[in-house]
């Protein structure tokens, strides 16, 4: 028996829907052209004003934003509320040079923490539940996002954040919780630190596990279910829309429901911008319909994505998106977090390195390896190991301050690393995610 | 007075030495001594040869190679005889980062390569001990 937190919501007709996304965007647009003046001005140089958004319909006249514009905007260029009326703010993994700052008013929170409530409940979560967060909690979306929506729903939430798996482990068996939220490797992870420990998936109390912030293939939540005796539960968002709890998965696990009450979705060619069918494939992109400190419209989340408006069993009429099948740009998500190969460019130059690089990932016992092989540059090499050795220990910390993950340094010798056609390959992806 | 080893990053792999031992045959130079230090994924080959800087030319295209100026002691070979070199060093408050030794053309002779922090001092140190110190002249002979 399906459950769901705002069942009138989440179970409208779609006429509804409909009626309540019209009625917001036409509010979101008037909110974004009264207060914030770039995206005004990427209105105007479109000719378009608040009057030619009537409907959602009508979204599709109005320009994109790209990380692009947010970094140029850093930190207060999109802001639609005075700060002072602001309580909080989240931001991405370090991305080249400048980080990308989303701002929340106690609204904006509550629409967020009323988007992972609905995930918790989706997962079978009542406030009879032990929910486990284990995100990280900080600048982070994860721990908060899911924290809140654990406190919604009732359950008696531990704030655990991520790491100290043994610890993890302790409060998971001593508090009986119930249901898990963390990467998706990081639940194998713990799965396989439990068969060490000598535990059964039937001797912990866990029924369910929401887990996202990564992509992860449906091998991988076959091996999670088994490993720890649970249902496990995709969710989807990003820092820039509000966090997790964009989209998130029924007890059907086939698709993430997009909280259209919040987020309305399109899929466009990532080439020309242009809108496509339904039931293509393209990049998602996103409007807010009700945000006041950090409204966007139309931004572009590289997604490659697919979506479902076929009714699901679980009573949802909200449209489903497919896990994402890639990307539109050269983003790559290590261990949870986002990395650009441009942002390992900046670090190698900046370090004295040359710009030949290889970026080589893959996940074995389904946690994220990365490592990176670099080539010494003749005016760095010296007859002492030591030397060298510092070196490659250096430009280590100088990667894991850029990225927010340690990747292991290899250091080769010059011109080895592959190059096809004079250019490069700059990135090998051995998972096998898509 | 000091003479030059040649060191040479090498990938810590199968065939790599072998490809840099037969380029510098290659080069008509012939090593009087080596030694090859590793780390996880690359490895430093240091050599001396006779004419450093044709072979540092010749392999330079291929290789990543760089100079040093290493102390090459003259000493007897026998026992107990490297312990007062060491002394000495060691009272001139010098250190070595590594060294490595080969056997003369002499029976009774060996010569230990250091990489010291102050040759200029190292040599001048030994010199005045009575021990003798090689040249990048000495080894042309």
């Given at each position: 028996m399906a459950q769901y937190y705002q069942p009138e919501i989440e179970t409208a007709p779609r006429e509804k829907i409909l009626e309540m996304q019209n009625e917001k965007i036409v509010k979101q647009v008037r909110h974004v052209w009264d207060n914030v003046p770039y995206y005004r001005h990427l209105m105007e140089k479109k000719g378009i004003?608040?009057?030619?958004?009537?409907?959602?319909?009508?979204?599709?006249?109005l320009p994109f934003l790209s990380k692009d514009d947010l970094r140029e905007t850093?930190?207060?260029?999109?802001?639609?509320?005075?700060?002072?009326?602001c309580v909080r703010i989240h931001s991405t993994s370090g991305t080249t040079g400048k980080r990308v700052v989303a701002f929340y008013t106690q609204h904006d929170i509550d629409l967020w923490e009323d988007c992972t409530a609905r995930a918790i409940v989706a997962a079978?979560?009542?406030?009879?539940d032990v929910v486990q967060v284990c995100y990280g909690y900080g600048l982070f979306t994860g721990g908060s996002g899911l924290h809140g929506g654990s406190h919604k729903v009732g359950c008696l939430t531990l704030?655990?954040?991520?790491?100290n798996t043994d610890r993890q482990i302790q409060f998971m068996m001593d508090l009986s919780a119930t249901i898990l939220c963390c990467t998706p490797s990081y639940a194998a992870y713990i799965g396989e630190a439990l068969a060490e420990q000598g535990i059964?998936?039937?001797?912990?109390?866990?029924?369910a596990g929401i887990f996202g912030a990564e992509p992860w293939t449906e091998e991988m939540r076959q091996e999670i279910e088994k490993s720890l005796g649970i249902k496990a539960y995709d969710i989807y968002g990003l820092t820039e829309t509000s966090?997790?709890?964009v989209a998130f998965e029924c007890e059907e696990q086939k698709g993430m429901h997009i909280n259209e009450d919040h987020f309305y979705a399109e899929i466009i060619?990532?080439?020309?911008?242009e809108v496509l069918p339904e039931g293509s494939k393209g990049e998602l992109v996103f409007t807010s319909l009700d945000k006041e400190a950090f409204p966007l419209l139309?931004?572009?989340?590289?997604d490659i994505c697919v979506l479902n408006r076929t009714p699901c069993s679980c009573g949802r009429t909200h449209v489903r998106m497919c896990k994402?099948?890639?990307?539109?740009?050269?983003m790559m998500i290590i261990r949870g977090v986002n990395v650009f190969p441009s942002q390992i460019e900046t670090v190698l130059l900046k370090e004295?390195?040359?710009?030949?690089y290889q970026i080589v990932v893959d996940r074995e016992r389904n946690t994220d390896t990365f490592d990176i092989f670099v080539e010494v540059a003749p005016d760095q090499f010296s007859d002492l190991m030591s030397h060298i050795q510092r070196m490659e220990k250096s430009l280590e910390s100088a990667l894991r301050t850029m990225l927010g993950i340690g990747p292991k340094v290899h250091l080769v010798a010059p011109k080895t690393i592959t190059r096809s056609e004079g250019k490069a390959v700059r990135v090998i992806d051995k998972r096998k995610l898509h | 007075m000091a003479i030059t080893q040649l060191s040479i990053f090498l990938m810590n792999q199968p065939g790599a030495l072998v490809d840099a031992v037969s380029a510098i045959s290659g080069a008509?130079?012939?090593?009087?001594a080596m030694s090859l230090a590793e780390a996880n994924d690359f490895g430093i080959l240091r050599i001396i040869v006779s004419d450093s800087d044709k072979i540092c030319k010749l392999l330079g295209d291929k290789y990543l190679i760089s100079k040093t100026e290493v102390v090459a002691a003259r000493m007897s070979d026998?026992?107990?005889?490297l312990y007062p070199i060491l002394v000495a060093l060691s009272d001139a408050n010098i250190n070595i980062e590594y060294m490595y030794a080969f056997t003369g053309s002499d029976a009774d002779e060996a010569y230990v390569v250091f990489r010291v922090n102050d040759v200029k001092t190292a040599e001048a140190v030994l010199n005045s001990n009575g021990v003798s110190t090689l040249s990048d002249e000495s080894l042309k002979l």
């Open positions: 004003t608040p009057e030619d958004i009537k409907s959602v319909d009508d979204i599709r006249k850093y930190p207060y260029g999109l802001l639609g509320t005075d700060l002072k009326d079978g979560g009542t406030k009879e704030p655990m954040s991520s790491g059964k998936p039937e001797d912990n109390s866990l029924k966090g997790p709890g060619d990532p080439d020309t911008g139309r931004y572009r989340t590289k994402p099948m890639g990307r539109s740009d050269d004295g390195y040359t710009p030949n | 008509g130079a012939n090593i009087r026998r026992s107990g005889a």
